[in-house]
């Protein structure tokens, strides 16, 4: 079934020019009550300055409807959204690492759609509507890959996305046998670059993929996020998304989890999401191994089991991912974080191993590793017995 988007705007006019490109306003339903993007919270995490956007991202309906929501913005012509000196590779931006995921934008169009096999979290890799991220955790991947403060980078061609998508979906027929990832569904991660519901501050990238899995009843998106959005309690999306909230020890997130909702908030959410129609489940991640670790992992499980409805708990399934780290990224946040790295950057008792899709990272030697999953499988099993791990890596 083919998917069309959201409604952004009218006919697309002719590019002459950015400067000279309409910024009519998107047309939009109009919501039961005031969208939280419009909230004060929601500008605290992005007051956006200025976006660097592809002509042809800008000149597209999803890229005039996030033109329009941020009228104020300064618009600057690129060539690619991989290639913007002042952001990608630019070692100065570490330096204004928060500034700019709070004040920058960048639209373009993803020119590869693939989606690849996982068998981990989920079946599928989707190809994601963005790249990037306006929260600013320490151990990110993302930056790794793209340079230094990589901002949000919304992939204006989500028709073309949901079109793959879609054709996808219809050829993989029904799942043969249940795995760890389903019991019944193909389930497609949508967010492997970027949090989706910190997108949905942005544009109806986030609210169309929800919307088009709904109607395909052989499969089931998921993404991890750490950021509550109430504004995505208002998709309908029937069973058919499942949200994993990310959560760690308070005091690591204080530390490790910048401009994130705070982990209390996260766990509280559970409920609205799932009585929303969301299935919802929890990543313990990252893992880290540090003086302590496993008293405040346990006071964490305490607090879930004693604030989590049944409801929620029969329902709610886990992934339990050890910290991965990177010593570039390491050298690029001493630059902005210096102390999230105390805990992070742990050489004595981390190990180098190719990752699944090719980096080479730093993640705990397989001895740390073997014994820190099987305490807080045990801790699990202490405190939250209702919390089974679909998979530890």
């Known amino acids: 079934m083919h998917h069309r988007p959201s409604p952004s705007h009218g006919p697309q006019e002719p590019l002459f020019g950015l400067d000279e490109m309409p910024r009519s306003p998107a047309a939009e339903p109009a919501p039961s009550a005031r969208a939280f993007r419009d909230s004060e919270q929601a500008r605290r995490l992005l007051a956006i300055r200025e976006i660097h956007a592809e002509p042809a991202a800008a000149a597209s309906p999803r890229g005039r409807q996030v033109l ?90 989500i028709d073309r996305i949901l079109a793959h998508l879609g054709r996808h979906v219809a050829a993989q027929g029904r799942k043969p046998e249940p795995n760890q990832c389903d019991p019944e569904a193909w389930v497609y991660d949508i967010g492997e670059n970027g949090d989706c519901a910190v997108d ?37 999306p029937r069973g058919r998304t499942r949200v994993r909230f990310s959560v760690m020890p308070a005091d690591d997130s204080r530390l490790l989890d910048l401009r994130t909702s ?31 670790w496993q008293d405040a992992w346990a006071q ?63 993640r705990y030697r397989d001895d740390v590793k073997r014994r820190a999953l099987a305490d807080l499988r045990g801790l699990v099993a202490r405190h939250a017995p209702w919390l089974g791990v679909r998979y530890a890596f």
């Not at 993929?209 to 309690?233: E, G, I, Y």
Request: aromatic share 8%; hydrophobic share 40%; with cysteine.
């Open 200 to 236: 949905a501050l942005v544009c109806d990238n986030t609210a169309d993929l929800v919307r088009a899995f709904r109607d395909w009843p052989t499969a089931k998106a998921s993404f991890a996020t750490k950021f509550v959005n109430p504004d995505l309690l208002e998709l309908d």
């Open 68 to 157: 329009a929501r941020f009228p104020g913005a300064r618009l600057i012509e690129v060539d690619s959204h991989w290639r913007i000196p002042e952001l990608h590779g630019n070692e100065g931006s570490a330096d204004d690492w928060m500034r700019i995921k709070r004040r920058t934008l960048v639209l373009g169009v993803k020119k590869t759609l693939t989606t690849r096999p996982n068998g981990r979290s989920a079946d599928w890799i989707a190809p994601g509507p963005s790249n990037g991220c306006a929260l600013s955790c320490v151990y990110c991947y993302v930056p790794r890959r793209k340079g230094f403060a990589n901002p949000i980078t919304v992939f204006t061609n």
């Open 300 to 362: 964490l499980l305490r607090h879930m089991d004693d604030v989590l409805p049944t409801r929620v708990k029969r329902q709610a399934r886990a992934e339990v991912i050890m910290l991965t780290h990177n010593a570039g990224l390491h050298e690029v946040n001493l630059r902005w974080h210096p102390r999230g790295e105390d805990v992070l950057w742990q050489p004595a008792v981390q190990q180098t191993k190719r990752s699944q899709n090719g980096d080479l990272n730093l």
């Open 262 to 292: 705070p982990v209390d908030r996260r766990i509280a959410a559970a409920a609205d999401f799932l009585d929303a129609g969301y299935e919802v489940h929890f990543n313990l991640s990252p893992v880290v191994v540090r003086p302590g």
